[in-house]
């Protein structure tokens, strides 16, 4: 990873220099837990009579009063050699959990040494030891120590979390709220986060297959509590408005931002060439573009020149009916962009959210929902995030056949694609998918800032390309007077596609279009379009602010309306590995003039998507009210005539 210049390399030996300190914290050290409780964890005795833990009871009168858990002996170590009681001899995976904890330890020990000294802190401290701290300057004392505690879990949690993250697996772990989280300073907040953990680890830990799932649980959990009482916390400036990067592990601190690992997932999937998506021109046309547009985003800048030049596609949907083609052009774009990543030696990452992803305990399914989107968006990768089934996955509000699960994964959506906190790096994209799109939300379907139809084959020829192309080789049948994919040829076929929207296609949409034009005539100005979309928006009242974003955003997505050339994919010495200020100059001389023709094909390629969703949703619900009515009306005759034969 590069270095920014606004970041300080941690060297080695700040680190290194707490290693005893944190040995001396994981051996063992006396904690009196003041908020979280000690948990009932069965205990395997060390030996005949004697326990695990040892007991406590105060002898001084009046003390038993003062507290109500005692102060006890935290082992962590001997905690962690004891998750599997199967073997007397210290594990692989236990000595991995405890090598990243002494390493987050300590790196956290110097982040925290850092801060004091360019905070003041450390000066305080001398003042302090010294009977010599003004008293004008104690609050100010205090406030700095809760900020350095804070410092340190937060860089505690973070820096577990990133070491033990290679060797995470699918097994979980749900340890619940981090309470023990005490902010007199930098070590008692650590003896209380340990404390806490080695509770944690003999209540969910019961072998080593836990083990790792549950310290990574709480590093996580840990950062959460600690990222939410630092929004209000004074005297974190020194630390947010710097960074510091650890070279040995690359590993970098940015204020209170979860670091993750770049890595590449395997993916397992079969990757289809474009030639094999039979149809589908404009959506197969812009998943191509789309694919070629994320390599061009700048890991050290971590941006995208398209995302700040407009065009660059954060979400979208596709639909169509069964059968016609959506998951062969996941296929599609996900092979293009792993190819890609190949060439340039850029981490690829690709998730899935399904069905799998619901859970019947409140709030899993958002969380599920929530990592799903956090995996993707990870600055340090190419993500490509797709929701196979959307309308299966995410419930619509006021709809009772929606799950609490379905609705929590709709909130998480809605809020990460364009939510207030969302920021469109455009490292990744999200694809969302659909046979039935009148069944997704209509504010969650707003946020697919562009529309694939996904229709399938369309012609003649489209129909004997896909023949040919299913049935093998592994026959003798002629071709005949036909020239083979001749009628994929994306330029020629995304040309037609494009013109065949200067035209509504939808019935209610075109009586918007006809009206309009018969009163203003051509829609060749700002105004006259303005008055097509306030026609469109009194004859669909949905059609909002929003769906104005998503039109101009497609516009400026024609507007780059070019394919970065192959050879910029091929050898990445000429564009992927340029420098942020290059790749943009290089991209707007290819970038083209909107004109009107564009502004028209795109209102109503859009509003084409939304009105065929209102028809297709009312004649469902029209359909079903009809069945239920005939259903009754039979009911009732079974009903009466069984009264009469009575």
Not at 135 to 141: D, L, Q
Not at 625 to 634: A, P
Request: hydrophobic share 40%; charged share 25%; with cysteine.
């Amino acid at each position: 990873m590069t270095q920014t210049a606004d970041q300080m390399e941690l060297r080695e030996a700040e680190i290194t220099a707490h290693y005893p300190m944190a040995l001396s914290m994981l051996q063992g050290f006396d904690h009196a837990p003041r908020i979280g409780k000690g948990k009932d964890a069965p205990q395997a005795e060390r030996s005949s009579g004697i326990g695990a833990r040892r007991r406590f009871r105060t002898t001084t009168p009046g003390l038993v009063t003062r507290r109500t858990v005692p102060t006890g002996a935290v082992q962590l170590m001997a905690t962690i050699e004891g998750a599997d009681d199967d073997d007397a001899l210290i594990s692989p995976v236990q000595a991995t959990a405890l090598n990243a904890l002494r390493r987050a330890l300590s790196i956290a020990l110097a982040v925290a040494e850092n801060y004091a000294s360019v905070s003041g802190l450390g000066d305080l401290k001398r003042a302090n030891l010294e009977g010599a701290l003004p008293a004008a300057r104690k609050t100010e004392f205090a406030e700095l120590l809760a900020a350095e505690a804070l410092i340190t879990l937060y860089v505690f949690g973070n820096a577990t979390a990133y070491l033990l993250s290679a060797h995470q697996t699918e097994v979980t772990a749900e340890v619940g709220e981090v309470e023990e989280i005490l902010t007199d300073n930098g070590q008692t907040a650590l003896h209380g986060a340990l404390w806490e953990l080695d509770q944690d680890i003999a209540t969910h830990a019961p072998d080593d297959t836990h083990l790792v799932a549950t310290i990574t649980a709480f590093a996580e959990a840990l950062m959460e509590k600690v990222s939410l009482r630092a929004q209000n916390a004074p005297r974190l400036a020194p630390f947010t408005g710097a960074s510091w990067h650890v070279e040995a592990d690359d590993f970098t601190v940015q204020g209170f931002t979860p670091a993750t690992k770049a890595k590449t997932q395997t993916l397992t999937m079969t990757f289809k060439k474009p030639h094999e998506v039979v149809g589908n021109h404009i959506a197969k046309y812009q998943a191509m573009k789309l694919a070629k547009m994320l390599m061009a985003y700048d890991f050290d800048r971590r941006l995208n020149p398209f995302a700040e030049l407009g065009g660059f596609i954060f979400t979208f949907m596709g639909d169509g009916a069964p059968g016609t083609g959506k998951t062969t052009l996941i296929q599609m774009m996900a092979g293009l962009i792993n190819d890609y990543c190949g060439v340039a030696g850029y981490a690829f990452r690709y998730q899935n959210l399904s069905t799998d992803n619901i859970d019947s305990y409140q709030g899993k399914s958002g969380q599920n929902a929530k990592a799903f989107i956090n995996n993707v968006i990870d600055p340090n990768v190419i993500g490509f995030g797709t929701i196979d089934d959307i309308d299966q996955l995410a419930g619509k509000r006021g709809d009772r056949q929606s799950s609490a699960g379905q609705l929590e994964i709709t909130a998480v959506l809605m809020e990460s694609f364009a939510g207030a906190n969302t920021v469109v790096r455009g490292n990744c994209t999200f694809g969302m998918f659909s046979n039935y799109p009148e069944n997704v939300d209509d504010a969650l379907r707003q946020r697919a800032g562009a529309r694939f139809l996904v229709d399938g084959p369309q012609t003649r020829d489209d129909y004997i390309d896909i023949l040919a192309l299913l049935m093998g080789k592994n026959h003798d049948i002629p071709m005949g007077a036909h020239e083979l994919f001749s009628a994929q040829e994306i330029k020629k076929a995304v040309a037609a596609s494009f013109d065949s929207h200067s035209r509504p296609h939808e019935p209610g949409l075109m009586e918007v279009f006809d009206r309009v034009h018969s009163d203003i005539g051509e829609l060749d100005t700002i105004a006259k379009l303005g008055t097509y979309l306030k026609g469109i928006q009194q004859a669909d009242e949905r059609f909002t602010g929003r769906a104005i974003k998503n039109i101009t955003d497609a516009v400026k997505v024609r507007a780059m309306d070019f394919e970065l050339p192959d050879e910029w994919m091929e050898n990445p010495e000429l564009f992927l590995f340029k420098t942020y200020d290059e790749k943009k100059a290089m991209i707007e001389e290819l970038r083209v003039p909107i004109t009107v023709d564009m502004v028209v094909q795109e209102i109503n390629r859009y509003a084409d998507s939304e009105f065929r969703y209102a028809d297709k949703s009312d004649e469902v619900a029209i359909e079903a009210m009809v069945r239920d009515f005939g259903r009754q009306e039979e009911a009732k005759k079974r009903y009466l005539g069984g009264d009469t034969n009575d």
